[in-house]
């Protein structure tokens, strides 16, 4: 959906990718193509460091490696990405699925209340990274 700005000049946006740091990025890149069937490739960065990019569906996550001095205090970080979400065709089969590939649920399947027919759940990813899975039931249309 463009966004109108100041005269209506249109500025158009559409998603490119989600750059994620990690303290091991191999791994990480390893978690998401298991648990989500993500196609891994490997390249190196301008820093001369190696990038993991893991194509899951038509999202793109970037992986880096994070520097000493990057690396989590431990303390509980409330700014930047909370989480991504991922949308499923049917949240209770793809959850049954990644709970056989291993994923660790914080939030269990449920129905939201945010909108009609919204289910969501909630998986921890390597270092903390909350990933959503959504699904939504067609919405009745009156014929």
Same mark, same amino acid.
């Given at each position: 959906?463009?966004?109108?700005?100041?005269?209506g000049?249109v500025?158009?946006?559409?998603?490119?990718?989600?750059?994620l740091?990690?303290r091991?990025p191999?791994?990480?890149a390893r978690y998401?193509r298991?648990?989500?069937d =993500?196609?891994?490739h490997? %390249?190196?960065q301008l820093n001369g460091r190696?990038r993991?990019?893991v194509?899951?569906? %038509?999202?793109?996550?970037y992986?880096?490696?994070?520097s000493?001095e990057?690396h989590?205090t431990?303390?509980v970080?409330s700014? =930047?990405?909370?989480?991504?979400?991922?949308?499923?065709d049917?949240?209770?089969?793809?959850?049954?699925?990644?709970?056989r590939? =291993?994923?660790?649920f914080?939030?269990?399947?449920?129905?939201?209340?945010?909108?009609?027919?919204l289910?969501?759940?909630f998986?921890?990813g390597?270092?903390?990274?909350?990933?959503?899975l959504? %699904?939504?039931?067609?919405?009745?249309t009156e014929?």
């Amino acid at each position: 959906m463009p966004f109108i700005h100041g005269e209506g000049t249109v500025i158009g946006y559409s998603f490119d990718h989600i750059h994620l740091k990690s303290r091991d990025p191999e791994v990480t890149a390893r978690y998401y193509r298991d648990l989500f069937d =993500g196609v891994i490739h490997e %390249s190196v960065q301008l820093n001369g460091r190696r990038r993991f990019d893991v194509k899951i569906g %038509s999202l793109n996550l970037y992986i880096a490696q994070a520097s000493p001095e990057e690396h989590d205090t431990g303390e509980v970080r409330s700014l =930047g990405i909370h989480h991504f979400a991922l949308r499923v065709d049917d949240l209770t089969q793809a959850s049954e699925e990644l709970r056989r590939r =291993g994923a660790r649920f914080v939030e269990e399947p449920r129905t939201s209340r945010l909108r009609a027919g919204l289910r969501v759940a909630f998986v921890e990813g390597p270092e903390g990274v909350l990933i959503e899975l959504l %699904s939504t039931a067609p919405i009745a249309t009156e014929v």
